[in-house]
Nanobody, 114 residues
């Protein structure tokens, strides 16, 4: 059974930092496209960042503040979030994509106080 598990969320003041982690099962983790998405209360889920063999991509709202990275030896992808703003408050979800296989984690709450 595929597992995608996020961790690292919490409460932080505006301007602070958090690092989210996402551990995903699978024998060929290095080949998976991994992404971070978020959903704020009353809003739709939105793309945050992604990493694949071809590179990285970021939402405009987080460029220059968030950094996605991966450690294939640990089957883990990270999201370093700096200069956090209250509008970054959301549940953050990790996504693992491999061909037609598409799995999501349960999410981790990030709350940024002003």
């Amino acid at each position: 059974q595929v597992q995608v598990v996020e961790s690292g969320g919490g409460l932080v003041q505006a301007g602070g930092s958090l690092r989210l982690s996402c551990a995903a099962s699978g024998r060929t983790f290095s080949r998976y496209d991994m992404g971070w998405y978020r959903q704020a209360p009353g809003k739709e889920r939105e793309f945050v960042a992604a990493i694949s063999w071809s590179g990285f991509s970021y939402a405009e709202s987080v460029k220059g503040r968030f950094t996605i990275s991966r450690d294939n030896a640990k089957n883990t992808v990270y999201l370093q979030m700096n200069s956090l703003k209250p509008e970054d408050t959301a549940i953050y979800y990790c996504r693992r994509v491999a061909g037609s296989d598409d799995y999501w984690g349960q999410g981790t709450q990030v709350t940024v106080s002003s």
